[in-house]
């Protein structure tokens, strides 16, 4: 089946760290993959996603590149803020487009 | 537009009431979900439409029901709540199934 797995949080990082959260998935076919994040009392909101192999996501300053081969999709961001303190979703979008499955989410804290 | 709404914002229920969680989008979106979301368990996929009068079951979809009169509306009925039901529920609506998803603000339901 499928699923995704991301690494256990809580992560708490200076400013102007660097910082990678890890995922990878399971999956028949060729998903696509997503990170979301959630900031306090909101929805999640789509940060990034990639639909094929090797396709990088960005925005923001964050990025994942989508690895078929090691089955991964790490999210990075080379100098964090303090507005980066949320908590990440990674999710990947199942080979029918109608089922999503996210991970367990990692929270991250910012300390100025 | 004023995106994915939901209400009520917060809801206790007895075990063995029954309510419906109310979801609408104004933005024409034929692609409408429902998740829950427990501590260390990320989102789960309750229920999801591709259009109007069309709904399948997700990853967790017992003890919930939908449907899809309308576009702009997703209603999820729980006939018969179970503390099991305790949760945040998320509903997501999107242009098509590969789409990007807008997140509503929750719904918190406390089952006693």
């Known amino acids: 089946g499928n699923s995704v797995t991301q690494m256990e949080g809580p992560v708490t990082l200076s400013e102007e760290a660097f910082l990678t959260i890890n995922c990878t998935y399971t999956a028949t076919g060729y998903p696509s993959l997503f990170w979301y994040v959630q900031y306090p009392g909101e929805g999640l909101q789509l940060l990034l996603k990639a639909t094929k192999a090797d396709d990088k996501g960005s925005n923001k300053g964050f990025e994942a590149t989508y690895r078929k081969e090691t089955t991964s999709f790490h999210l990075e961001k080379g100098s964090v803020q303090v507005s980066d303190s949320a908590v990440y979703f990674c999710?990947?979008?199942?080979?029918?487009?109608?089922?999503?499955?996210f991970g367990t989410g990692t929270s991250l804290t910012v300390i100025p | 537009n004023a995106g994915v709404t939901q209400t009520p914002k917060f809801q206790v229920l007895k075990t063995g009431q029954s309510m419906t969680l109310q979801c609408a989008q104004d933005?024409?979106?034929?692609?409408m979900s429902w998740y829950r979301q427990d501590p260390g368990m990320g989102l789960r996929l309750i229920h999801y439409s591709v259009g109007a009068g069309i709904t399948d079951q997700g990853e967790v979809p017992n003890g919930y029901n939908v449907s899809r009169s309308t576009t702009e509306d997703f209603p999820l009925r729980l006939l018969s709540a179970a503390p099991s039901q305790t949760s945040v529920y998320f509903c997501?609506?999107?242009?098509?199934?590969?789409?990007?998803?807008?997140f509503g603000p929750g719904t918190r339901l406390t089952v006693l």
């Open positions: 999710a990947l979008r199942d080979n029918t487009g109608n089922q999503f499955y």
């Open positions: 933005m024409n979106h034929e692609y």
């Open positions: 997501a609506s999107s242009r098509d199934s590969r789409d990007t998803q807008y």
